[in-house]
């Protein structure tokens, strides 16, 4: 378990999956995380559950994002892609409800999975595909993303193609040679 200021992440449970399989089917959220546009059924989730919990399978490490006062499930983060030999690895995330966004719960989930990857895991680059007209970009790089270049026209969505940022934070600042942050 991961404890935050106003969050806990730990390991997903069989019961998260109520609130996973609503923002898998949210179209503003498909979008903005470039996930796959198809729907997805209570019994797709559950089995995407049995699967995982049956995987023994370290590059894919998915956290539920607990409401430290509440109790309240709020979101989902992954670590997932990890390259155990390069020590690196890709974090992606969603914060569940529109009321809960805004209010500094991403940013605070992003950054004790960063720590975790760097402190625990010895892992030493996180990276990150990031519309790059996603609200959050700003933040990502004030929490030390260097941008490390752009795909064009790379993703399709709501009628129309984006461009997507590729974004990395360092364990070593050193090593990320500055990137290309325009
Ligand atoms: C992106 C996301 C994880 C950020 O988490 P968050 O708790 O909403 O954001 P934070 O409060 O930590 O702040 C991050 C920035 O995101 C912006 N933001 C992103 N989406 C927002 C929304 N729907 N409503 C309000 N602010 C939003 C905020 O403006 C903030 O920027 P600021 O500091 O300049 O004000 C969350 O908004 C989300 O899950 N969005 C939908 C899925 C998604 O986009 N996932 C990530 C793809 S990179």
Redesign the pocket.
């Known amino acids: 378990m991961l404890t935050g200021e106003k969050i806990i992440l730990r390991p997903i449970r069989m019961e998260d999956r109520e609130y996973t399989v609503k923002w898998r089917n949210d179209l503003?959220?498909k979008s903005?995380?470039?996930a796959h546009p198809f729907p997805v059924t209570e019994e797709m989730e559950k089995e995407w559950y049995e699967e995982n919990g049956r995987s023994r399978n370290n590059s894919y490490l998915p956290f539920t994002v607990v409401h430290k006062e509440t109790g309240k499930v709020i979101?989902f983060f992954t670590l997932n892609n990890i390259n155990w030999i390069s020590g690196v690895g890709f974090i992606?995330?969603?914060?569940?409800e529109?009321e809960?966004?805004?209010?500094?719960?991403?940013?605070?989930?992003?950054e004790i999975l960063i720590r975790y990857a760097f402190d625990f895991l010895n892992l030493r680059k996180i990276c990150?595909h990031?519309?790059t007209d996603?609200?959050?970009m700003?933040?990502?790089m004030?929490t030390g993303a260097v941008r490390e270049g752009t795909l064009a026209g790379h993703f399709y969505a709501d009628g129309r193609y984006y461009d997507i940022a590729f974004i990395s934070w360092f364990r070593d600042k050193g090593e990320s040679g500055g990137g290309d942050n325009r």
Do not use: D
């Open positions: 503003f959220i903005s995380t470039m979101g992606s995330g969603v914060i569940g529109r809960n966004m805004g209010k500094g719960i991403g940013r605070e989930s992003l990150a990031v519309r996603h609200p959050a700003k933040t990502w004030e």
